[in-house]
Structure formats: C-alpha cells, structure tokens
C-alpha cells in the first residue's frame, strides 16, 4: 500500500479513476464533481489537504480535506477497511474543532466505519438529493422566443462567468478560474451550453461532464440570470445539454439537488425533465473539544 499527498493533475485523474471505477447511481462522486470542485476557484489549494492510497499502482481510497474541518471521501466498496485510515488521517490533519463528513446514504461501508471512528448522524439541515434518468429519448428544448441555445465559445467566457456568478451570488469563480475548469479532463465545449438572450447576454448555462467509460453524463453546474427567470430557460438549455450528451455517448445522466424544504426549485424542475431520487446525502459529525 502506498499513501501520498496530493502533487497535481496526474492525481486527480487517478482519483477520478476510482470513480469512474466504483460508480453507480448510489455513489457520491462522478469524474465530472471532482474537476469542477478542484478548478471552479483559485487560491484555495491551501486549504485542501489531500491524501491518496494506491494499492498495486491502482487508486483504491482517497480523502480531501476542506480546512478547519469537513472531509470528503472515495473508499472502493472491495476495501472498507480503508474507510477507517482516511478518517483517522482526517482526524490527525485537521486542527482542534469538530469534524463533519457527507456521504450517501447508500454507502453503507463508509457509514459503518463512520459509526465506529465516533461520528453520528447530524439532525436537520441541508442536504441533497442524487437525481438519475436514462437519456433514451430527452425531450425537444424550446427556449424562448428570441433566446438561442449553443455552445460555449472562447468569447463566452465572460458572458457565462458573469452569469455563473450572478446565478449563486455571491461566488467565487472568476474568469481565471472558469479557463481552468476548460482544460481540465474531461471538460468538453460541446457539452457546456448556454442561452443567449436577444440582447446577446448569457441569460443560463448548462454544464455537463461525460464519464465515458460508464456512459454516465453529470450536470454540474446550471444556472440562470435572477432578470431571465421563469421563462423556461433552465429546463431548455438542460435539456440541450443531456440531448449533446446523448450524442456523445452518455446512456444516463445524474444531477445534485438540495432535498430539503429551504431550496425546493432546482429539484422540481430537474423531475420536471426526467429525474427521479437515487439516494441523499447524510453529513456525519463528531464533536472534539480538542485535537485527534
């Protein structure tokens, strides 16, 4: 068994692999989550300790920590036992303060040795919802009329890094950091779409990630301008998307939507296009009044 830290692109793909690898509509990750999640801001390397566990050149486990103290996780299901030595690196990593871990309720061998380092169930709050559906057959996207549905293009970029940020103001990305999601793997400009209003803005955009070898698309992520809302936008630049998708090979698609009653839209339009529930996310806690 060999254990690293994280050293640059070459990981993430190994740690995309492991995903690709172990998905299924019940996992946490698509190779799509980990290249959005690493690119969409700069600056923030710092505070991610990352860790891999490699067994006979292949990655079987690795734990990202978002410093003070939240923890993602990838274990292959064939090694629970390694569940158990990324959260005691978790626990050794991170400084004083309470922990907190989010998995699916669907994997129960990260649940199971959650259970046994000390963690529990947190009570309400936010969670999320993974939302699956086949693409045999997406419907026809109408946008509005006036509106116009198409690729990315270099020249976009401002346009849909200002409307990215308007959409989850406030935000983070920038123009820097939306490049760098570009040329990640495996961003493809054909499977990020926006709509583009009369006027020529970036009024939505559509962004999905294509897991080749599982024929698996993500939506990650899709927004709207506030001023261009209600007008049916979200759902006709989603549907081109899963449409381009298909296209490209993709059997299947998968998106994250908040379950809870505090933010219910975004999981009504995506049942609304097809989607139905696979599994939720559940956030583990273990209080520490002081280190490991």
Not at 23 to 52: I, K, M, N
Not at 55 to 84: H, K, N, Q
């Amino acid at each position: 068994m060999i254990v690293s830290a994280y050293e640059g692109p070459d990981d993430l793909r190994a740690m995309q692999e492991l995903c690709s690898r172990i998905w299924s509509p019940g996992s946490r990750w698509h190779v799509g989550d980990l290249a959005w999640g690493r690119f969409q801001h700069t600056g923030r390397e710092p505070g991610w300790p990352t860790r891999l566990w490699r067994d006979g050149g292949r990655t079987v486990a690795w734990g990202w920590i978002d410093l003070p103290g939240s923890l993602d996780l990838a274990v292959d299901p064939a090694r629970p036992e390694l569940a158990r030595q990324v959260l005691e690196w978790f626990a050794r990593t991170a400084p004083a303060g309470p922990l907190d871990v989010t998995v699916l309720d669907t994997e129960t061998h990260l649940a199971a040795a959650l259970r046994e380092a000390g963690y529990r169930p947190a009570g309400d709050g936010p969670f999320f919802r993974h939302l699956v559906r086949d693409l045999a057959g997406p419907a026809e996207p109408v946008p509005p009329q006036g509106y116009r549905l198409r690729a990315v293009g270099e020249t976009d970029v401002p346009g849909r890094v200002a409307a990215h940020r308007a959409a989850f103001h406030p935000s983070r990305v920038s123009e820097e950091s939306y490049r760098a999601v570009r040329a990640a793997w495996p961003y493809r400009a054909g499977l990020d779409l926006v709509a583009v209003a009369p006027d020529g803005e970036v009024a939505a955009y559509c962004l999905v990630w294509l897991d080749e070898a599982r024929r698996v698309a993500e939506i990650e992520p899709t927004g709207t301008l506030p001023a261009h809302r209600r007008r049916g936008l979200a759902r006709a630049v989603c549907l081109a998307a899963l449409r381009a998708a298909r296209e490209a090979g993709a059997e299947r698609a998968v998106v994250y939507a908040r379950g809870d009653d505090a933010y219910p839209a975004p999981g009504r339009l995506y049942r609304s296009i097809g989607f139905r529930p696979a599994a939720r996310t559940v956030t583990w806690v273990r209080d520490r009044p002081g280190g490991a």
